[in-house]
């Protein structure tokens, strides 16, 4: 069983950054890929970003690519979403998300893909 734990969130100005982190207790993210989802209010939870703990390949949903940048930090054992130039539509409920993939090309975007999930971190963008 793996848990999720994310940390990081808060309220920022417009223009602004965040870090976010998603930590595994557990055990280490090695031979999973993990994910970042969104929720803002009245909206369904969306794709944001993905990397796979080998090799640290990424992919990004269009709205955030050039601006947020998901990494891993093999010291701590987390995957980062560094967030920049942040706009108000960024406002939302973050989650982490993680599965098992031994698949060197598979980078998973739907929710249903994914097995464990994090409980969420509030991130807060003002105009």
């Known amino acids: 069983q793996v848990q999720l734990v994310e940390s990081g969130g808060g309220l920022v100005q417009a223009g602004g950054s965040l870090r976010l982190s998603c930590a595994a207790s557990?055990?280490?993210?090695?031979?999973?890929?993990v994910g970042w989802f969104r929720q803002a209010p009245g909206k369904e939870r969306e794709f944001v970003a993905v990397i796979r703990w080998s090799g640290g390949s990424t992919y990004y949903a269009d709205s955030v690519k050039g601006r947020f940048t998901i990494f891993r930090d093999n010291a701590k054992n987390t995957v980062d979403l560094q967030m920049n130039s942040l706009k108000p539509e960024d406002t939302a409920v973050y989650y982490c998300?993680?599965?098992?993939?031994?698949?060197?090309?598979?980078?998973?975007?739907?929710?249903?893909?994914?097995?464990?999930w994090g409980q969420g971190t509030q991130v807060t963008v003002s105009s």
């Open positions: 557990g055990r280490t993210f090695s031979s999973y890929v």
């Open positions: 998300a993680a599965r098992y993939s031994s698949n060197s090309y598979y980078y998973p975007q739907a929710m249903k893909e994914y097995d464990y």
